[in-house]
């Protein structure tokens, strides 16, 4: 069975399509991290999953049940971490999780877990004077009261230094060797690297890329980024580049143009550049990031993205 099924899920607000036609299988025991610019449609996604917003079309199934119908128990048995959570002023660390325990009806020890996520000093102090980053070890604390067999987290390093963060992945690691799913929403990229086994990449609400890290590694590894300062390219410049052989995507901030490229396009991308009457000041070529390749599916022109989405999603 998967943890969590989507199929032809759209969602609109009034004009403004948020999800639009995902199809996304995440199978049990998956960490996936599902990531997306600012916008495209992540937390609308999720909160399909938990019932509190409903789906214009499509059908949604988690830990194999109807959320809409049976929203309680797919909640009973999900721990989720909101985006943006802001806790209650006046209660403890520890109240919020005796809070979060008894209404989980979970058989928990509010100990233990500030231990679990680094407050083991501070559960008495009133969660109104918590740093951003406390606020947020707190909320993951919440959301792993009763051990969930689906953990959704929204953009859980948010607020963390980089010592919490590394905390909370060993925390999903740990989460996921319990048997748990993780679905880990980020725009950040690298937050995502680390911990989880593949990634689904959403883009305008559509999913535009399903692979495992691996397969994102190597899909750039055959590529590089070339940069190439250049003022003021138009559109039907970097259209005459996007249309070469061996490139992915090209995109400018008005003074440097960006092209993920086979290293063998580069002669063809700074050629056609100078042929369309581009002055080139100068251009440097790197190796592709996991970054780059982020950016190339959700900022750029990727062809590539939509097919490898449309294979792994039938996979
Ligand atoms: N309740 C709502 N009413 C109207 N529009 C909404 C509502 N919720 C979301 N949207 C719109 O839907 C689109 C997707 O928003 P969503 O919050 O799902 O994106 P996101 O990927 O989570 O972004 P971020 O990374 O910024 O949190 C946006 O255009 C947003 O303005």
Redesign the pocket.
Known sequence: MAAIELDGVTKR??D?T?VDGLDLTVAEGEVFGFL?????????TINVLLDFVRPTEGSVRVLGMDPQRESVAVRERTGVLP?GFSVYDRLTGHEHLEFAIESKDADADPDALLERVGLAGDGDRKAGGYSKGMAQRLALGMALVGDPDLLILDEPSSGLDPAGAKEMREIVREEADRGATVFFSS?VLGQVEAVCDSVGI?REGKLVARDSIRGLREAVGTGATLEITAEGVTDDQLDAVRDLDGVDAATTDGTVVTVQCDPEAKTAVIGTLEDAGVVVDDFATRESSLEDLFLAYTEGDAPGASEAADSEVEA
């Open positions: 607000f009034g403004v948020a997306g610019p600012n916008g495209a449609g992540k937390s609308t985006e725009h959403l």
